[in-house]
Nanobody, 128 residues
Framework: QVQLVESGGGLVHPGDSLRLSCADSGRTFSSFVMGWFRQAPGKEREFVAAFNWRAANTLYADSVKGRFTISRDNAENTVYLQMNSLNPEDTAIYYC?????????????????????WGQGTQVTVSS
């Protein structure tokens, strides 16, 4: 059973940085694509970034390119989302998500329907 747990959310000011973490205790993510989505009040859940653990390929939403970075820590079996230059439009609940990939699959999906496992979410609020 995959159980994703996010952490690192909080209240920050515009221009600040924040790092989110996602882990599943005792599990390696080597056969997964790991992604981050977010949902702002009254809006649909949208793709933010994703990472294919096997192939080290990444995919980003246009709205976060150049500001957000998804990365991994192999030793800690943790995926991070480094968020820089935050603005109020980044305010949302951020969700970690994952789906399994077969060996040799280097693709990364930004489609919500591709992801089978979801965390409970962590709130990020950007406000002056």
């Amino acid at each position: 059973q995959v159980q994703l747990v996010e952490s690192g959310g909080g209240l920050v000011h515009p221009g600040d940085s924040l790092r989110l973490s996602c882990a599943d205790s005792g599990r390696t993510f080597s056969s997964f694509v790991m992604g981050w989505f977010r949902q702002a009040p009254g809006k649909e859940r949208e793709f933010v970034a994703a990472f294919n653990w096997r192939a080290a390929n990444t995919l980003y939403a246009d709205s976060v390119k150049g500001r957000f970075t998804i990365s991994r820590d192999n030793a800690e079996n943790t995926v991070y989302l480094q968020m820089n230059s935050l603005n109020p439009e980044d305010t949302a609940i951020y969700y970690c998500a994952a789906y399994r990939v077969l060996y040799g699959n280097i693709g990364v999906s930004g489609r919500r329907s591709a992801y089978d496992y979801w965390g409970q979410g962590t709130q990020v609020t950007v406000s002056s």
